[in-house]
């Protein structure tokens, strides 16, 4: 593939753009708003810049990437692309005009790709004439400093084009992971107990924000607590992927957002972007200390890692992504320290098993009810 096209220059197309022309790509840039187009182009060639500067980059380096980009509003210039990559709005019927426009203007031959975060890729092939040169293609935010891709054929997308898509990814430099087109994808369906059982913790008075943060990053060595991750995330963000994942799941308790984050959002503590969210960001504001019970937070730390094991394992169970997929996706995703699978069996998965067996007994709760294949693995031992 030699010419990618890249529509929205938003934060993640802009992104994507500069993840392909570092790889040598001609890279055609296409945004509905003329002012948000020059924003991101000043600001994308500030950013080559500053490369050159860190010495990421030679200056020749960055001339070859400023010339070898096209930054437009018609669609048109997409005419000789091989691949093109939608990041546009996630509304599926703005999504549908775009497809049904480009499928006129592209060759019988360009791949046709969206970064949709929560739409099924199913939907919005239905626009197209050809839904089996269609598939996902989803970048994580920032697209060139996070290493996952997750590719997503649909129901009709043809295998070639997948296997050929998933291996240009790679030579992207990119960790690329395949994955069935159900809601959340991995990293969104297998992350969703790191903040929900969290916010249950936090619900059930059992600890405060800092306390679960510190057990998370203290015991699991985490980069971030969960209440720290949502507000940089943003409250309003994170809590409507819970919603959507939730909705796709039939409802699924197990999804099930929390008044806590619902308030929040309401409020507008979105978290690092208002200023305030679970902790308040102003100048001269104190972080809260945590409580630094061992025994505490070891409980904390195990429940929500038993509960993203329980995740991961369906993940697989339901046969979304290869175990080493699901893996690579939460480690180059969400930089988990450790793959949540290989964790099980380091943890050991009797255990596992045992507290997620324990809690769905306290509980009675669905939401907590051990993954079949987790008690098949264990029974057969
Ligand atoms: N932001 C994230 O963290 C993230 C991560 C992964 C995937 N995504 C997905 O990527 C897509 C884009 O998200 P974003 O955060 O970059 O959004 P954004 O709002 O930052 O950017 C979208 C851009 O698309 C432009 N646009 C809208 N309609 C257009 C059209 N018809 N033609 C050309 N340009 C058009 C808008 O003007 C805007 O600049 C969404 O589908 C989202 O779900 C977002």
Redesign the pocket.
């Known amino acids: 593939m030699k010419v990618v096209g890249v529509?929205?220059?938003?934060?993640?197309?802009i992104g994507i753009a500069q993840v392909a022309v570092q790889n040598n790509k001609q890279v055609i840039v296409?945004?509905?708003?003329e002012e948000?187009l020059n924003k991101s182009k000043h600001n994308l060639f500030k950013t080559f810049e500053k490369l050159v500067e860190k010495e990421k980059f030679t200056s020749e380096q960055v001339a070859i990437f400023k010339e070898a980009m096209i930054f437009t509003t018609d669609y048109h210039s997409l005419k000789n692309a091989d691949l093109v990559i939608e990041?546009?709005?996630?509304n599926l019927e703005?999504k549908h005009?775009?497809f049904k426009k480009l499928e006129e203007i592209v060759s019988n031959e360009c791949i046709l790709a969206?970064?949709?975060?929560?739409l099924s890729i199913a939907a919005i092939s239905s626009a197209l004439k050809n839904p089996s040169r269609f598939l996902g293609i989803?970048?994580?935010?920032p697209a060139p400093l996070m290493a996952l891709v997750e590719v997503i054929p649909g129901v009709q997308t043809n295998s070639e084009i997948t296997e050929n898509t998933k291996n240009e990814i790679l030579t992207w430099g990119k960790k690329a992971v395949l994955v069935k087109d159900t809601p959340g994808f991995i990293v969104n369906r297998v992350a969703r107990p790191f903040y929900g059982e969290a916010l249950r913790i936090y619900e059930e008075g059992i600890a405060d924000f800092a306390t679960i943060d510190w057990a998370m990053t203290h015991f699991g060595g985490f980069r971030m607590g969960p209440f720290t991750l949502m507000d940089y995330i943003g409250n309003d963000i994170n809590y409507t992927v819970t919603e959507t994942v939730f909705e796709a799941f039939y409802y699924d308790p197990r999804f099930k957002p929390s008044f806590t984050q619902k308030r929040h959002k309401e409020a507008g503590l979105l978290g690092r972007k208002t200023g305030k969210g679970y902790y308040d960001y102003s100048d001269g504001a104190l972080l809260p200390k945590p409580t630094e019970d061992e025994k505490l937070g070891k409980y904390i730390f195990d429940r929500i890692l038993a509960m993203l094991i329980n995740e991961a394992f369906d993940a697989l169970f339901m046969k979304v992504a290869s175990r080493e997929d699901v893996d690579t996706a939460m480690k180059f995703g969400v930089n988990y320290p450790k793959g949540l699978l290989a964790w099980a069996d380091e943890i050991g998965l009797e255990k596992v098993l045992l507290q997620l067996s324990d809690l769905f007994e306290e509980y009675g709760e669905d939401r907590y009810r051990p993954n079949p294949l987790l008690k098949r693995m264990v029974y057969k031992n």
């Not at 990041?87 to 996630?90: D, P, Q, R, S």
């Not at 969206?114 to 929560?118: C, E, G, R």
């Not at 989803?138 to 935010?141: G, R």
């Open positions: 529509i929205g220059a938003g934060t993640m197309g296409i945004e509905a708003n948000v990041a546009i709005v996630e703005i005009s775009v969206s970064n949709t975060s929560s989803h970048f994580f935010n």
